[in-house]
Every structure is written in C-alpha cells, then in structure tokens.
C-alpha cells in the first residue's frame, strides 16, 4: 500500500510541476486595425465644435455640428454624448436664445426664464463628447473648470464642475480616453475677438504669439501623452473675410483721391452712403459726373492714418434705423467744397460761399431719400482700418504656421479649412458644390454662415464635416461617407417668403449675438 | 463483497475550473471521483449522503469518511485582434485544498441517518495587475458550504428512500479594479482609479434534496434531486482603494463616490437531477452510467447592491440548463484492493456572451483514475481527475459576443488529487 501511496504522491508532484495548459490561439475579430481609431470619437474645441450658430446654442444646432454629423457618418450617433440644451435654446446674453429669421428680419432671440430646465442630458455620468465650449481660447481649454469669473455660462453648462474634479476641456478628454480627438479651430477665438470688436491689439484683443504657440503645444502635447488618441485639427480661416466683417466690402466703395501732403495725393477707396439694396448713391445732379458721400468714421486716414477697410455687421440696423456714418450738413460742407472746385469749377472763393447751402440741400436730398443725415461717425469698434487688418491677419497667419509646424513635427493630420474657405469665398455668388459664404440676405438657400454673420450654419457645419472626414479618410486608410451637402442648405428659406431680398437686422440684435466673443480684456474697459 | 468497503475522499473542492461545469463542484470522494462520480446508483461509503441520500438506507453501521483534495486549477488568456495585442496572460496558479467530511449511523434495521458538509459550488480565480480585464475582475473567491442532514428508509430490502435537508452558508469575494467615466460597451475608454473589494457571509440558505435508490445482486438503478438555493450576502463590506498614480483631479473626484460601504450580493445555485444505472458484470468488475441534468437557468445574473446606489451593477450571466453524463468502473484486483476508472462529459452551461475573467468555462471532457485500499475497518481511497476545459473563446464568426466587449480565448485545466479515509465503527 505505501508503495502506491508514493507513487501517486510523486505522479501528483510531477503533473503539478510539468502539466500547463498551452497558449491559447489569439483569436481575430471582423475589423480591420486602421478602424480602432474610431472606438472612441472626442471633439474639443469652441463655438464653431459646439454646434453654436446664430448667437445661440440649441439641441437642433448642436444635432448639426460637425463634430456630431462626423459621428452620424462613422454610424456613432448614438453614443456621441452632448449637452443638449432644449428650445428656445440659450445665447449670447443671458435670458435670451439664438437670433431668428423671420419676413427677412433678424430678430433677437426667444426669451428663456431658467436656464438649468433647459438643459437635457444632465446627468450623464461622464464628460461629454462634445467638449467645446463657445467662447473658449487655448487658455481656457487647457485651464478654465467653470464660469466664474468669466460671464460665460457655457462653462458651467458643459464641463459641470466641481462633480467632475474640476476639470478643464482638456482634461476631461483626457479623462475619457479617446481614440480620436476631433480638434476645432485651435485659438480660433485668440484671434476672432478682433474682428468682432473692430480692435485689433496683440496682447489685448489678440493673444501673442508665443503664448498661442506654448499654449496649442501644451493642448497637444497632454493629449499625445496622456491618451493614445490620434488628433485631427483644423487651422483658422481668414476672420476678416466673414460675412460679420466684409458684408459690405464688395458694394459701398468708390475710389477718392485724398491730398495726403502738398502735390501728393493718393487714391483711396471709401465707404459711401448707400440705399436698401447696398448700392452706393450718386448725389451728382448734373448727370454729367458722380458725387458719392463717403460715410462718417472715427477712425480713417485722416485720423488713425489708415484707411477703413470693412464696416462690421453690427452697423447696418444702426445705420438703417439711425443713420450712423451719414454726415449731416455741417459735415458735408468740405466734401461739396472740393466738389464745386474740382467738379463744377468754381472759384474757392465762391465755393466757400456756396458751399453750406449746397451741403443743406445736399442733406434734403438725402432725407427724400430716405437717408437718416445723424453726423455721427461710426466708432471704431464698427470699424477694421487696413492697419488693423493687418495686424489680425498678421497674428492668423502666424498660427496658422504654428499650426501647420505642430501638425507636421507631431503627426496630426491637418485640415486646411484656411485655403478652403478662401476658395469658397472667392467663388462668390457661384459657390462650391452647392454652397456659398454668402450671408443669409444674398444667398439664404445655401449660405454656410448663420445669422451671426461668422458661425456656420447647418449647411456650414457639414461643410466642415466633410473637409474633416476627407482628412480622416486620408490619413488613416477609411471610407467614412462624407455628408452631402445639400441635404443640409435651405436652412433661411422660410424667413424670406417671397424669395431672396435683402433683409433687415433689429438693432441690438447682432451686439446681442457677439457678446459672448468679446475679449475679456475689451469687455473690463 | 462489501457494500461499504470503499470510502470517497469528500473533497470541498473549491475551484470551479475544475470542478463541475459552471462552478459546480461534484467530486467529493477520492472513489466516486475516481469513478467519474458515476455512483447515484451505488452506496458504498457516507459520501452517499451527496450523491444519493436514499443509498444511506444501504449502509449499515455507523460510518465516518473524510479526506483531503488538492485541486491546482491554471488558467490563460489572449485578448481578441487587433483590439488587444498577441499577449497570453496567466492567472495565478492556485492550489486550493478543501476538506469534507461525513458520517452516517445505521439507527435501525431500515432507518438510517447521517451528516455532511460538502461544497458543491465554489469559484476560485486570479489574474495578474496587468491583466487587461482587470476592470471586470481581478480575484474572485467563492466557497459554499452545504451542511447536510439525510435520513433514509429501506421500503424493502432491495429498495431505499431518502431525504435530506441543505442548510447552504456561503462566502464570496470579488475584487476588480474600478474605472470612473468610461462609455458604456466601448472597452479601453475611462480612467482607471482604483479597486474595489467585496467581501461577504451569505444568510443561510435552506435547500433539500430527496432520492431512490435499487438494488439487487448485479443491477443498482439510482435517482437523486437536490434543490436550487438562492444565498443572500447582505451586510458585505465595499472597501475601495484608490490608486497613487490616478491624476489628482479624477482622485479626488473618485475618492468621493468611492467610500467604503456596506454592499450585498445575490446569486442562485442550480438544482441538480441525477438518474444512474450501474451493472455488476462479474465479482471483480462493475460500472455505472448516470446522467445529470442542472437547472442552472436560474442563474441568470449577479446583483450588486451598494449603500451608495450608483455602484450598483447587475452581471448578466444567463447560464443554460446542462447535462452531465458519468461513466464509472471499478474493477477489484483482490479482496482489499481495487482499482478505478471514469469519464465525464460535462456540458456547460455558461453561454458566449458570459465567458469572462470571472469564470471562463467550456464543456469539458474529465478523465479519472484511482485506487483503493481496505483492511478491517479502516479504507484509504486516492484518486486522479484530469479536467480538461479547453480553449473557450468568446469570438463568433469575427464577431466579439462577450457583454462587456472584452473578447478573447481561454484556456484551462484543473488537476484534482484526492486522497481519503474511511473509517467503519461496527
């Protein structure tokens, strides 16, 4: 019996020490490894990646961001987590929603009482996958956890600190490990600002250089390191070549030759009272020659030493409602002196004498017109100079080559909204595959601008979709569907019963909408 | 020859892999183990009082049997391509040695009684800090105690009823690691901060179990139920451990949801049918085939409760019911010495979508062999299972089924040495 006991205890030890089982076969699942990279979609960003359009942010807004109709493509709708925020949706200033369209007029926004009713989506108990939030810069994505402080609820609205740590937008796409980040506009608001406020200060209205470069690095960088995601970003289009800036470029200026020193003139254009269908207006008489009125402005040539080169949005209810710009007669009287010398031929002498009552009967003319004769000059906050213009496109382009420089030295795919938008601008009233970037009073079938005059609109949205989705399909081998963009145009068409026609803007109403854009440094002062 | 010469190792065999298809543990006699615990249809030691109670009215005397099973259960993994790379993970070896015990006293000429603890359903596994379902489940530890009364009555000489009751006691362990802001189905998402560890006593459970039980000079025909039971674990402990390295933010964002509470748990345990024939083809030589049949649909998730009700988490499990067939031989080479062999199919009845780092089971083939030794009164029993689990994988055709998307293959083994010791007081 010991014997056998023996055995067994040495059989037990032997099958102990020598008996594994073997390596089991890596089994494979149907997809292919260059789909892992879209496992998990993220979007950071801010106003533009939230869907914002119009002034406003709402759940129909936000079911047309890009970020959203990029999931819909990839058929990950359903698991693309926003901050649905219901009708009639929250806006730039508090209590109101987004701008309407409605007989031709933009409206200010519907009136909301609580803003937490309106939020859906509340209690997900994650961060969403649409973290950017309107307003926001590179300092605000990789350090602002709430609104305090900073008059923008949308920070509370979507990263709902302190229940997640107090987080930033960078951190809470960490926090969720993504596999691909969808990277909006980056510093697209250290640089909007400007245009939107006619004030174009590095280191006020602009962020500086070298900050926007450490900045977008440290965006970069932390994801890179901290998350095994790929990034896909865009660079920033040209702000000044948006409907809010340039509306009126193309109509209102006539070229004037300007004494700039003695026996030295130069030919400047300049912007000139103009009637409902943004047509100069000739005050000539004489039917020989013609006589435009250059609008009244802070700054100009005269005064800041550049000439204005755009007139902002905001401008035209003030002019259509209180004629801002148009001079009154005291200020016409230099403008018809020069005209009676250098036109007619008087005499100074005689022109000097004839002069105010010409300039009086002038300023008749342009109240039969329908012309409101204020006197007073458009402040510069409604005005970008060439100077300014400069500057800002100075400071973009020196992003966008911090961009293009991150993008090649840390292997993001880039998308190049910057050329492409300019391809569809300069495309003009024929657009590009059944879009234009036209605003909404000239093209409301088909227009990518929303009421705002610089977000997208649905049809704007899915533009930038499919650029993204072209960049995502290129660099990682897939055939995600691009959106087609007409299914998204035809967004204004019922706020011109009748057909197109240029429309009107409440007063107060675009300021309304921008609120939310000023620098914080403009808005302290 | 002796009805009662051979004495089974009652063996609390605590591992699942090897035990029993699902966590049914079912050897619990270094015999009837040997035998492929084909013995619903014979009765030759206490260990009857698990098998079969109705063979306690065939046992005459007053019994004792107990002994010592080494189970050393392995286990590996590889994560499904090209969402986890070509990896094998290894759980931790584990050797788990249980105990069990019986005894059985003949009261009368037809009355008899009897006890015995077994442990028919444990669950026992371990994987490494890097195992990459770590979030589903880093340890489990289950152990179930039955403690068991039988009674039986001979209705005739050749013919013996019995009924027993269960009274179940169970503790479980679970630890897994805790991710917090993870999107639901998409594995890899989320920020791993910590680990949980639930641990708790069960309530007692009640269960029964009845049976019948033939036999003449060569044919023994065998029926026995046991009765599904439902432990409760009510007052566990939830203690959370939140990791050094977690990004202070989430840690501390963590550490407030995460605070160590009372929590409790909910799972069922199958009842099981057995009906056995065995036939005595010569003096020397006899086998036995049974069939089991599990209930095991009454297993159909986990239920976790916290004190804080956003940690509750329901494990779908979804078993199927599953049979088992037992085919048992003995062949005696002397009087007092015997030797055994048998085979077990045992289907399983955990389905694709619920093969997991908890459990990763497959319908297995176990093969046993064994020994036995008799002088007097004293009988020493030893006995081999090989279980054989094989590969299981939780791919379909390309598609990965498992509930939590953690898709990959498994592979065990359990090797079971019992040995045990009888002993018959008159």
């Keep these: ?525 | 020859m002796s009805k009662f010469t051979l004495t089974l190792v009652a063996s609390f065999l605590w591992a699942s892999l090897a035990i029993g298809a699902g966590f049914n543990i079912g050897e619990f006699g270094g015999r009837s183990a040997a035998m492929g615990n084909a013995v619903i249809a014979q009765a030759y030691d206490a260990s009857t009082i698990f098998y079969n109670p109705a063979g306690l009215g065939f046992l005459q005397g007053t019994h004792f049997y107990g002994g010592v099973t080494g189970i050393y259960a392995q286990a590996k993994f590889v994560g499904a391509a090209p969402v986890l790379p070509n990896t094998v993970y290894n759980a931790k070896k584990q050797f788990f040695p249980p105990v069990g015990i019986y005894f059985s006293h003949q009261f009368t000429e037809k009355f008899a009684a009897g006890i015995g603890v077994t442990n028919p359903f444990g669950l026992g596994l371990e994987w490494g800090d890097d195992f990459p379902g770590r979030a589903i489940s880093k340890n489990v530890d289950l152990k179930s105690f039955y403690i068991s009364p039988v009674i039986a009555y001979q209705i005739s000489p050749n013919f013996s009823l019995g009924v027993g009751v269960d009274v179940v006691l169970t503790t479980v362990t679970l630890q897994r690691n805790v991710i917090v802001f993870n999107t639901e189905g998409v594995p890899g998402t989320g920020t791993e901060v910590g680990d949980v560890v639930l641990d708790g006593n069960g309530d007692p459970a009640i269960g029964f179990s009845a049976g019948l039980m033939y036999h003449s000079d060569r044919v023994g025909v065998g029926v026995s139920y046991r009765h599904s039971v439902s432990p409760e674990f009510k007052d566990a402990d939830a203690n959370f451990t939140i990791f050094s390295n977690t990004d202070p933010k989430i840690a501390a964002v963590a550490s407030q949801l995460l605070t160590d509470q009372k929590g409790g748990a909910k799972m069922d345990f199958p009842g099981i049918l057995a009906a056995g024939i065995y036939y005595k083809f010569t003096e020397k030589f006899g086998a036995e085939v049974s069939y089991a049949y599990y209930n095991w649909s009454v297993f159909d998730k986990i239920n976790l409760t916290f004190d804080n009700p956003d940690l509750n988490q329901t494990i779908p499990e979804n078993y199927d019911n599953s049979s088992q067939v037992r085919i048992g031989t003995h062949y005696e080479v002397t009087e007092n010495f015997s030797i055994r062999a048998g085979y077990i199919w045992d289907e399983t009845p955990q389905p694709i979508e619920s093969v997991s780092p908890l459990l990763p089971d497959d319908t297995r083939n176990d093969y046993s062999i064994g020994f036995g030794y008799k002088a007097g009164k004293i009988t020493i029993d030893a006995g081999y299972m090989f279980v054989d689990i094989g590969e299981r994988t939780t791919i379909e055709n390309g598609v990965g089924k498992n509930d939590n998307g953690f898709n990959g293959t498994y592979n065990s083994r359990a090797d079971i040495f019992l040995l045990s010791f009888g002993y018959a007081f008159k």
């Design chain 1, 1 to 525: 019996m010991k014997k056998w006991i023996t055995l067994f205890a040495l059989a037990s030890l032997f099958i102990i020490l020598a008996c594994e089982p073997n390596d089991p076969t890596q089994p494979k699942l149907n997809i292919q490894p260059n789909q892992l990279v879209l496992n998990k979609v993220v979007a950071i960003g801010a106003s533009i990646t939230s869907g914002f359009q119009s002034g406003g942010l709402v759940e129909d807004f936000q079911m047309n961001s890009f970020p959203y109709i990029i999931a819909r493509q990839m058929g990950k709708a359903e698991e693309f987590e926003m901050p649905l925020i219901a009708a009639p949706g929250i806006g730039s200033t508090p209590g109101l929603g987004p701008l309407k369209f409605e007989n031709g007029q933009i409206l200010p926004g519907d009136p909301y009482t609580d803003p937490l009713a309106l939020l859906k989506n509340l209690n997900l108990p994650r961060p969403y996958d649409d973290i950017a939030v309107p307003g926001a810069d590179l300092n605000d994505l990789l350090n602002t956890a709430d609104s305090t402080g900073n008059g923008n609820p949308f920070f509370n609205i979507v990263l709902r600190n302190p229940n997640f740590g107090n987080t930033s937008i960078v951190e809470q796409a960490v926090a969720l490990q993504p596999s691909l980040v969808l990277f909006g506009f980056p510093g697209g608001n250290d640089v909007l600002g400007a245009a939107l406020t006619g004030t174009a200060i590095v280191g006020v209205t602009i962020t500086p250089q070298a900050d926007f470069d450490s900045r977008l690095e440290s965006v970069l960088n932390t994801l890179q390191t901290k998350t095994h995601a790929q990034i896909v970003m865009s660079n920033i289009p040209d702000v000044t070549t948006v409907p809010y800036v340039n509306i009126l470029d193309n109509f209102i200026y006539k070229p004037f030759d300007i004494t700039v020193a003695p026996g030295v003139t130069i030919t400047v254009d300049l912007p000139v009272v103009f009637d409902a269908n943004f047509q100069p207006v000739n005050f000539d008489t004489t039917g020989q020659t013609q006589l435009y009125i250059p609008l009244l402005t802070e700054e100009g040539l005269a005064t800041t030493g550049s000439p204005v080169k755009h007139i902002l949005l905001p401008f035209l209810s003030e002019y259509q409602t209180n004629g801002l710009g148009v001079p009154d007669s005291a200020a016409l009287v230099p403008l018809v002196f020069d005209y009676l010398v250098n036109v007619v031929g008087l005499d100074s002498m005689t022109a000097q004498l004839v002069a105010p009552a010409q300039a009086h009967s002038l300023e008749q003319g342009m109240i039969d017109a329908g012309l409101t004769p204020s006197g007073i000059p458009i402040p510069g906050s409604l005005t970008l100079t060439e100077d300014e213009t400069n500057t800002i496109q100075t400071s973009l382009n020196g992003f966008n080559a911090s961009i293009a420089n991150m993008a090649q030295t840390k292997g993001v795919p880039l998308v190049d909204l910057f050329s492409k938008f300019n391809d569809l601008v300069a495309a003009g009233s024929a657009g590009m595959d059944g879009v234009t970037a036209l605003f909404v009073f000239f093209d409301p079938a088909s227009t990518i601008f929303s009421l705002d005059g610089f977000h997208p609109s649905n049809a704007g949205q899915a533009f930038l979709a499919r650029e993204y989705i072209r960049v995502i399909n290129a660099a990682f081998g897939l055939s995600i569907p691009e959106p087609t963009l007409t299914d998204y145009t035809g967004q204004y068409l019922s706020g011109v019963p009748g057909g197109k026609k240029i429309g009107t803007i409440q007063p107060g109403a675009i300021e309304q909408a921008i609120r939310l854009f000023v620098p914080r440094q403009v808005m302290a002062q």
